[in-house]
């Protein structure tokens, strides 16, 4: 696997598809309208879960999940952003502020360089968690799409284990999915497919989970991909798994498709992969139909985040019906929030040179946002119809 080439390509891509004003400095603000590779990295909490392992063992617990995703295409249009991988939209003013009309606790910023941080509260299975996402997006014109020769729907084969795909490219954009019924453990995302007719993307999985000194896991899993289409002849990819924590590291063997363009009725037409357009319009319209939080149940600074020199600002929320429960996962999810937020403001000036690239230096920014996060709690206020606790954490930055 080459997978430093995805990341040479669209830093090209980006420095040359950006505005650039008087002053030389690059900007994407306000986003226009178009296509754009969402980069991300996502992180879930399970803070609800580690409050209630603390009350009932007095031992601290970490349960983390983080994705990895490359090579993700989304749609911004009438201000608002689709992601395909969380099936959420998410509302992007001129200035870059997030926000989400069916979560209310989403909140973030697009920078003048693509980079972007946003985070809110997700229940699942009743117990709430805090996501956190961070990335770039990076325009995608039709310069740097394939063109209309690609175009089709293609079936491929795994020469080792027969494992068959079926995938559809128009506009510059790579659809797929597997035939067969085996667990995906995700769900297939858009990519894009560049002039030349080569593609690629990735996954990684990271589970951390520590409970008190007694256990701690750190693994990770994931796929690398690696594919090339020649218009009207075949097409072919190479896909590499990898897993690695608790002193394992592997790498298996490539995994290798090959295939061709497929004539009209070889395969009945709902095996066939949507097309970006349609996998956009269908997961916009599924959010639409949902129906939206009442505001009116939610304090004014909750809708609206105070906006200090100096200070940092995160809301929590749990409904429960014991009060002072509610309260405390709620100042739980505020907390995990701020962490997320200074850990960004870490990353921004905590840098380690190697002699190949710049990283990041993970621990050290883990590290310090924790030992920073001295915070108060501003506002509390609970909603008895609702059973309802909502907190305001603010935190002043050195």
């Not at 980079?115 to 014109?141: A, M």
């Amino acid at each position: 696997m080459k997978n430093h080439l995805p990341f040479i390509f669209l830093a090209a891509v980006l420095v040359s598809c950006v505005s650039v004003r008087d002053t030389g400095k690059t900007t994407m603000l306000p986003l226009s309208a178009g296509w754009y590779q969402y980069d991300f990295e996502r992180t879930f909490k399970g803070v609800e879960d580690e409050y209630n392992f603390n009350i009932s063992t007095g031992m601290n617990m970490v349960q983390e999940l983080t994705w990895k995703y490359t090579g993700v295409v989304c749609r911004f249009e009438d201000g608002v952003l689709y992601d395909p991988v969380t099936a959420i939209e998410l509302v992007i003013d001129s200035e870059g502020g997030i926000s989400c009309a069916e979560n209310i606790s989403v909140r973030g910023n697009v920078d003048n360089d693509g980079r972007f941080f946003w985070s809110g509260l997700k229940e699942e299975h009743g117990r709430l968690n805090v996501i956190s996402v961070k990335g770039v997006l990076i325009p995608l014109p039709p310069a740097v799409r394939g063109g209309s020769e690609f175009d089709g729907v293609y079936h491929m084969t795994d020469t080792g284990t027969g494992r068959e795909q079926l995938a559809k490219i128009s506009g510059g954009f790579y659809t797929w999915d597997y035939l067969d019924d085996e667990e995906r453990g995700f769900t297939p995302w858009p990519t894009l497919v560049r002039p030349d007719g080569s593609f690629a993307f990735s996954m990684d999985m990271t589970t951390v989970m520590e409970m008190g000194e007694l256990s701690r896991m750190n693994f990770s899993t994931g796929f690398g991909v690696e594919g090339k289409v020649i218009p009207g002849q075949s097409i072919s990819l190479e896909e590499v798994s990898r897993s690695a924590g608790q002193g394992f590291d592997q790498k298996d063997d490539p995994q290798i498709y090959s295939g061709t363009a497929i004539r009209s009725g070889e395969f009945p037409n709902d095996a066939i992969p949507a097309g970006i357009e349609i996998l956009v319009q269908s997961g916009r319209s599924a959010i639409r139909a949902e129906p939206k939080p009442n505001r009116a149940h939610y304090p004014s600074w909750y809708l609206k985040l105070p906006v200090k020199p100096g200070f940092i600002y995160a809301a929590g929320e749990k409904t429960f019906k014991v009060k002072e429960t509610a309260f405390a996962m709620a100042e739980a999810a505020a907390a995990a929030n701020l962490a997320d937020q200074v850990r960004v403001r870490i990353e921004s000036t905590i840098v380690d040179v190697s002699r190949d690239r710049h990283t990041i230096t993970d621990e050290r920014i883990k590290s310090e946002s924790l030992q920073q996060l001295n915070y108060r709690i501003i506002e509390r206020v609970y909603n008895e119809e609702t059973r309802t606790a909502f907190v305001l954490a603010e935190w002043a930055v050195d």
